[in-house]
């Protein structure tokens, strides 16, 4: 079965420089989410979007943007990058729409490094 | 508001002997509890969820929990710990409502050992 892709897997940046994170969701899912995982920390929720539409907002730097385009991908956009940014980056996808128990599915995570 | 609090940061046992992660959780509405586990490097793979069904949830791997409204808990079981249980364990609750948010709570890394 199809899962969330995220692209690069690992990622190297210098301070101050710009990265972009890309999200591929499950098929027909309706929502995505991105979280961030700091090294020996929970992930934390960053934001979220359904049906293209910014529908949750969590921690997410001032710096960092993101969007989900009209084919359901998503993009985290990441600038003036500094070292504590450097984490594992995670995209998940769900159905929201009449689905009442529904769940979200992770994908493998961006790892990036900011040196 | 909702939070997750999982008791102890580090977990060993022994190859074969009961697996116990503890969960607890605070949520002013009906909870969705999860438990995800990550393998080094590795994304979070959900091994089971509580959806207001069955009290006693049984996952992947032979991992079950249950869930104790009166002690707002949701521990991890697993009767026969494997050498491949080593990993990060994160308990998850979201809203029962509206959009799948996740609060994680710190995690638990179980070590397996001979």
């Known amino acids: 079965a199809a899962g969330v892709i995220q692209s690069p897997r690992h990622l190297i940046k210098e301070k101050r420089e710009t990265a972009t994170l890309k999200c591929y969701p499950i098929p027909r899912h309706d929502t995505v989410y991105w979280y961030q995982q700091g090294p020996g920390q929970d992930p934390q929720f960053l934001i979220s979007f359904y049906e293209k539409m910014q529908s949750d907002k969590g921690s997410i730097p001032d710096r960092f943007s993101a969007q989900q385009f009209s084919d359901y991908h998503s993009e985290l956009n990441m600038s003036s990058l500094e070292l504590g940014d450097s984490a594992l980056y995670f995209c998940?996808?769900?159905?929201?729409?009449?689905?009442?128990?529904?769940?979200?599915?992770f994908g493998q995570g961006t790892r990036l490094t900011v040196v | 508001a909702q939070s997750v609090t999982q008791l102890g940061s580090h977990v060993s046992v022994s190859e074969g002997a009961l697996v116990l992660l503890r969960c607890n959780y605070s949520?002013?509405?009906?909870?969705?509890l999860f438990w995800y586990v990550q393998y080094p490097n590795q994304g979070l793979q959900l091994l089971l969820k509580y959806t207001s069904a069955a009290t006693l949830v049984k996952g992947i791997n032979g991992f079950e929990a249950e869930f104790k409204k009166s002690e707002t808990s949701f521990h991890l079981t697993k009767p026969s710990a494997h050498m491949s249980d080593a990993a990060e364990y994160f308990c998850?609750?979201?809203?029962?409502?509206?959009?799948?948010?996740?609060?994680f709570g710190a995690g638990t890394r179980l070590a397996v050992h001979p």
């Open positions: 949520s002013s509405v009906p909870p969705y």
């Open positions: 998940a996808s769900s159905l929201e729409r009449g689905n009442r128990d529904t769940e979200a599915f």
């Open positions: 998850a609750v979201r809203f029962s409502g509206g959009y799948n948010k996740l609060i």
